[in-house]
Every structure is written in C-alpha cells, then in structure tokens.
C-alpha cells in the first residue's frame, strides 16, 4: 500500500515487518505477538501518532499486556508514538511462517547432502546401512 511505504520511509524503515518483528527487543508473549503478526497496513491521519494495523492468527496473541509492550518497542524503535490495532484472521506473510519455510528449505538442503555423501552411499550399498530421516538435522 503506497501509504504504507510512505510511512516507512519517513520512519528510515525499509517496511520489511517480519524483520523488524524479530529485531524488536521485546520477550515472552509481545515477541510470539509480533513474529506471528501480519502488517496490514500503518496510518498517519490520526495525529502524530502512527498506528499499525496487524492481523494475528489467534487471540491469546493479545494477553499479558502484549499489545502495550509490541506499541512501546515500536515507539522506541521509531521515536514516534505508535499504536497498534490488531484484527483476528488468516495470516500469509510474518516472521514466524518465514522461519518456518527456511527451515523447510535448510531441511531438505541437509537431506539431499546426506544422500548425496558419497561415504554414505558406500555404507548403503556395501553394509547395507540405512539413513533415518528424521534423525538428519541441518547446521
């Protein structure tokens, strides 16, 4: 959204939310609120405040005073009061889902390596050894 991207930029932000929500110095339950969270949109009209529209999978997300802690590490982060609105749906793109596919990717990377290993592979046919999968990790 062209507001959006304007709003970061004056903010020095490049907009990449699920990179901020992991660099945010937030703990417990604000820290799972903001990987799990999907920006929407963010909005300037209303004062000087900017306010941050997310949509979060699940309630729960919003206990223990989450909400309030994700506003102020927004607003240290930016040094213009922040608000958030928080809207329950399907979420896409957070920094969670994002984690999730990268370790996928680092997953199979690690797989296709094992069964490429050419001392493996030597194991298998001559002894024949066998590779659990879910005994292979990456790095």
């Known amino acids: 959204e062209k507001n959006t991207a304007r709003i970061a930029a004056d903010l020095g932000w490049d907009g990449n939310w699920p990179a901020l929500a992991i660099a945010l110095p937030l703990r417990g339950v604000a820290h799972q609120l903001a990987c799990h969270s999907q920006l929407l949109r ?21 206990a223990a005073g989450s909400v309030d802690k994700l506003c102020a590490g927004l607003t240290e982060r930016f040094g213009k009061t922040a608000k958030v609105e928080v809207e329950i749906g399907a979420v896409q793109v957070t920094a969670d889902i994002l984690a999730q596919a990268e370790q996928r990717i680092r997953q199979r990377a690690a797989e296709q390596k094992v069964q490429a290993d050419p001392f493996l592979q030597n194991l298998m046919h001559e002894f024949g050894a066998t590779v659990t999968q879910e005994s292979i990790r990456p790095v």
């Not at 963010?42 to 919003?62: E, K, M, T």
């Open 42 to 62: 963010c909005d300037d009209s209303v004062g000087n405040a900017v306010v941050f529209h997310f949509r979060i999978p699940y309630d729960n997300l919003c």
